[in-house]
T-cell receptor, first 115, second 113 residues
Framework: EAGVAQSPRYKIIEKRQSVAFWCNPISGHATLYWYQQILGQGPKLLIQ????????DSQLPKDRFSAERLKGVDSTLKIQPAKLEDSAVYLC?????????????FGPGTRLTVL | AQKVTQAQTEISVVEKEDVTLDCVYETRDTTYYLFWYKQPPSGELVFLIRRNSFDEQNEISGRYSWNFQKSTSSFNFTITASQVVDSAVYFCALRRGRRALTFGSGTRLQVQP
């Protein structure tokens, strides 16, 4: 079974530029998550989708971050404009459902460096 | 609010030593799940174990064992006879209801040959 796919794996941009990350979850997984992991910290949720609807985006900086999951399959996370503090690894995860017991499977992440 | 604390930032052991990673959590919910994930240098988070709040039975799986104590809000993880391949960052996480995982800050384990 194919895992969660993410691209690109690495991205270097200058502050104030825009960037987009793509995630393709495991086939059939209804729930998709984007986490931000700053160096030396644990992942922090940015947004959670159930199919193509948003369940939780309370920690998403909506003035610069946006995400969508059209057709309830793959998802795109965008940052516009980027700031230095956005340098982090962006992890995508998916699970069959949103219940507590559903295991979340993580992708390899996209490492973003903002100069 | 919920919180997960991993007080050990980094642990270094010599191969074949046993090592315990500590995790303390805070939540007002009576129903929740606790998890341990491993993050090797490649970066991908790997699921290790899940425990629900009603199951305090501790378990051993190969070289791994877990000690869940609700009375002290702790969910500790032990690796017996550590190996170099165990070197990674280990995260404890909490989940309640349909919300996403709340992670601790991680413990970096270095196993020296």
């Amino acid at each position: 079974e194919a895992g969660v796919a993410q691209s690109p794996r690495y991205k270097i941009i200058e502050k104030r530029q825009s960037v987009a990350f793509w995630c393709n979850p495991i086939s059939g997984h209804a729930t998709l998550y984007w986490y931000q992991q700053i160096l030396g910290q644990g992942p922090k949720l940015l947004i959670q989708f159930q199919n193509n609807g948003v369940v939780d985006d309370s920690q998403l900086p909506k003035d610069r971050f946006s995400a969508e999951r059209l057709k309830g399959v793959d998802s795109t996370l965008k940052i516009q404009p980027a700031k230095l503090e956005d340098s982090a690894v962006y992890l995508c995860a998916s699970s069959e459902g949103s219940s507590s017991y559903n295991e979340q499977f993580f992708g390899p992440g996209t490492r973003l460096t903002v100069l | 609010a919920q919180k997960v604390t991993q007080a050990q930032t980094e642990i270094s052991v010599v191969e074949k030593e046993d090592v315990t990673l500590d995790c303390v959590y805070e939540t007002r919910d009576t129903t929740y799940y606790l998890f341990w994930y491993k993050q090797p240098p490649s970066g991908e988070l790997v699921f290790l174990i899940r425990r629900n709040s009603f199951d305090e039975q501790n378990e051993i799986s190969g070289r791994y064992s877990w000690n869940f104590q609700k009375s002290t809000s702790s969910f500790n993880f032990t690796i017996t006879a550590s190996q170099v391949v165990d070197s990674a960052v280990y995260f404890c996480a909490l989940r309640r209801g349909r919300r996403a995982l709340t992670f601790g800050s991680g413990t970096r384990l270095q196993v020296q040959p």
